[in-house]
T-cell receptor
């Protein structure tokens, strides 16, 4: 049973480009969380999704950021028109049910030039 | 004021010492998580608690719901325990997670 898979591991984008980060949860897990860790800062919650539904996006910036978790395929965190301040490590975690132990991916390190 | 406060921020211990990391939170929670982040950046979930105490190997986590406080203990510490330990509160009014800033632990041989 593979763990939570995130790709790419590293992503470099120029200002104004789009970044797409993928997260494949563990098999059987229908709950996905996205977190961001800015340089020298702690983790921050961004969004919580269940299959095909955004349950809580209160931690997500209102503009340029979106997330989805389609019926088939990985969860996608999309950042449009990236800026330098978006440079961070983006982690996703999955769980089989709410209030269950989380399983984390290895993260995607986004660097905006 | 942060919703989750951890102490100490940094901790250096000799191998074999007993270690305690503390976490206080101000929000209502459905669960409290302890995470371990290694220097390479990977994050592992150590415990999820909603009451009482849990033990896994040399690690013990406790929570006092009334006092809104949790502790992570490491017995017989080892250099491989060196990592950042993060406390995370899963809010019971929505699905927000609130994270502590982490405790950086270094265990010296």
């Amino acid at each position: 049973n593979a763990g939570v898979m995130q790709n790419p591991r590293h992503l470099v984008r120029r200002r104004g480009q789009e970044a797409r980060l993928r997260c494949s949860p563990m098999k059987g897990h229908s709950h996905v969380y996205w977190y961001r860790q800015l340089p020298e800062e702690g983790l921050k919650f961004m969004v919580y999704l269940q299959k095909e539904n955004i349950i809580d996006e209160s931690g997500m910036p209102k503009e340029r950021f979106s997330a989805e978790f389609p019926k088939e395929g990985p969860s996608i965190l999309r950042i449009q028109q990236v800026v330098r301040g978006d440079s961070a490590a983006y982690f996703c975690a999955s769980s089989p049910y709410i209030n269950e132990k989380l399983f984390f991916g290895s993260g995607t390190q986004l660097s905006v030039l | 004021k942060n919703e989750v406060e951890q102490s100490p921020q940094n901790l250096t211990a000799q191998e074999g010492e007993f270690i305690t990391i503390n976490c206080s939170y101000s929000v209502g929670i459905s669960a409290l998580h302890w995470l371990q982040q290694h220097p390479g950046g990977g994050i592992v979930s150590l415990f999820m608690l909603s009451s009482g105490k849990k033990k896994h190997g040399r690690l013990i986590a406790t929570i006092n719901i009334q006092e809104k406080h949790s502790s992570l203990h490491i017995t017989a510490s080892h250099p491989r325990d060196s990592a950042v330990y993060i406390c995370a509160a899963h809010s019971n009014t929505g699905n927000q997670f609130y994270f502590g800033t982490g405790t950086s632990l270094t265990v010296i041989p």
